[in-house]
T-cell receptor
Framework: DQQVKQNSPSLSVQEGRISILNCDYT??????FLWYKKYPAEGPTFLIS?????DKNEDGRFTVFLNKSAKHLSLHIVPSQPGDSAVYFC????????????FGQGTRLTINP | NAGVTQTPKFRILKIGQSMTLQCAQD?????MYWYRQDPGMGLKLIYY???????DKGEVPNGYNVSRSTTEDFPLRLELAAPSQTSVYFC???????????FGSGTRLTVV
């Protein structure tokens, strides 16, 4: 049972435009949501997070939106840059227990010049 | 400051062999985790630890064992390697109330 889903395996965006990555979840007990970025042959790196009591969090070019009623979150990157080309993982934390994260399958973002 | 260090980076095992994947962190983090990443499947939690001497199973623990004798080290043991354990393994650490894990660079394991 996939509790966190990223239904788009890949996304291609032109440099300078907006990239929108989507994530859906099924477990109402998640209290925190995160996005990680991963380059080839490296470990994932933390990008941005949002608490379940908020609907938006912004950090520079990156904004995460949370729609609790739809159990959906999205990551917006504006403007997209070539260095943003990577795999992006959505993750969610359950309220109980050791800050374990449940990850989505990942979306490979390619920024074209 | 090295962060989270994983060794080896690559390994090929034969079916039935055993090995230990090493993970060490120098940030004095209480919480440590082992995940595996299979193509198109995201990261799945194998084992985790909230401190020295305390470990617990994650989502996919079968075929693995861990120990946590010190705060710094969290090795993952494969006793009888199987082809289904071919994967990329990531170790991560954090502290309470900090949601941003620090990940190691991974170990790519192939079982043939």
């Amino acid at each position: 049972d996939q509790q966190v889903k990223q239904n788009s395996p890949s996304l291609s965006v032109q440099e300078g435009r907006i990239s929108i990555l989507n994530c859906d979840y099924t477990n109402s007990m998640f209290d925190y949501f995160l996005w990680y970025k991963k380059y080839p042959a490296e470990g994932p790196t933390f990008l941005i997070s949002i608490s379940s009591i908020k609907d938006k969090n912004e950090d520079g070019r990156f904004t995460v939106f949370l729609n609790k009623s739809a159990k959906h979150l999205s990551l917006h990157i504006v403007p997209s840059q070539p260095g943003d080309s990577a795999v992006y993982f959505c993750a969610a934390r359950q309220i109980q227990g050791a800050q374990k994260l449940v990850f989505g399958q990942g979306t490979r973002l390619t920024i074209n010049p | 400051n090295a962060g989270v260090t994983q060794t080896p980076k690559f390994r090929i095992l034969k079916i039935g062999q055993s090995m230990t994947l090493q993970c060490a962190q120098d940030m004095n983090h209480n919480y440590m985790y082992w995940y595996r990443q299979d193509p198109g499947m995201g990261l799945k939690l194998i084992y985790y630890s909230v401190g020295a001497g305390i470990t617990d199973k994650g989502e996919v623990p079968n075929g693995y064992n861990v120990s946590r004798s010190t705060t710094e080290d969290f090795p993952l043991r494969l006793e009888l390697a199987a082809p289904s354990q071919t994967s990329v393994y990531f170790c991560a650490s954090t502290v309470p109330d900090d949601y941003g894990y620090t990940f190691g660079s991974g170990t790519r394991l192939t079982v043939v």
